[in-house]
């Protein structure tokens, strides 16, 4: 069946240094990809998506491109911030099914120190 | 603007209470979802909707049950609280099939069963 991997966290960065999260899938069509960031206490909201294979999505400093070929859609930052600090989702929807159904990767949590 | 409302936010149950969580979406979406978010477990997907009338069972449907009598919500019921379903839950709307939908989150709602 269709899943999502990510690297596992916690990762801690200090302020302005590069991030990368690390995502794969695995589905059987032609999926829609997804990262969606939670802030403590709220619920998720989408930072980016990528709907075919070499897209790239970007929001907020953020950059993830679609790589139908590794299977991947890593998410990317230059220089982080501490309001970067938050769980992130990557995610993928697949359309073949009867309905859109999202799968979600266990989410890796970020710390963002001064 | 609200987007998709969750209510109530907050909830401490007994064991073998019942209760129901409302979902209500303003955006005319076709899918709606319930999904739960569990430390290490990422989020599940418990019932979903694909249109008035209609529901169908996600992943992990036991001890719930759901209705979507109007198009506009999607309630999620508990008939006898269990402490395994101490939670975040999420409710989640989207326009329906087709090229990369976006979807989106209500705030979540916290129960605590003891």
């Known amino acids: 069946g269709n899943s999502v991997t990510q690297m596992e966290g916690p990762v801690t960065l200090s302020e302005e240094a590069f991030l990368t999260i690390n995502c794969t899938y695995t589905a059987t069509g032609y999926p829609s990809l997804f990262w969606y960031v939670q802030y403590p206490g709220e619920g998720l909201q989408l930072l980016l998506k990528?709907?075919?294979?070499?897209d790239k999505g970007s929001n907020k400093g953020f950059e993830a491109t679609y790589r139908k070929e590794t299977t991947s859609f890593h998410l990317e930052k230059g220089s982080v911030q501490v309001s970067d600090s938050a769980v992130y989702f990557c995610?993928?929807?697949?359309?073949?099914?009867?309905?859109?159904?999202?799968?979600f990767g266990p989410g890796t949590s970020l710390s963002v120190i001064p | 603007n609200a987007g998709v409302t969750q209510t109530p936010k907050f909830r401490v149950l007994k064991t073998g209470q019942s209760m129901t969580l409302l979902c209500a979406q303003d955006m005319n979406h076709e899918y709606m979802y319930w999904y739960r978010q569990d430390p290490g477990m990422g989020l599940r997907l418990i019932h979903y909707s694909v249109g008035e009338g209609t529901t169908a069972k996600g992943e992990v449907p036991d001890g719930y049950n759901v209705s979507r009598l109007k198009k506009q919500n999607f309630l999620l019921g508990l008939e006898s609280a269990a402490p395994s379903q101490t939670s975040v839950y999420f409710c989640v709307s989207s326009y329906g099939p087709g090229s990369g939908n976006t979807i989106y989150f209500g705030e979540g709602s916290w129960l605590t069963v003891v």
């Open positions: 990528a709907t075919k294979a070499d």
């Open positions: 995610a993928l929807s697949d359309r073949v099914t009867s309905y859109d159904k999202v799968i």
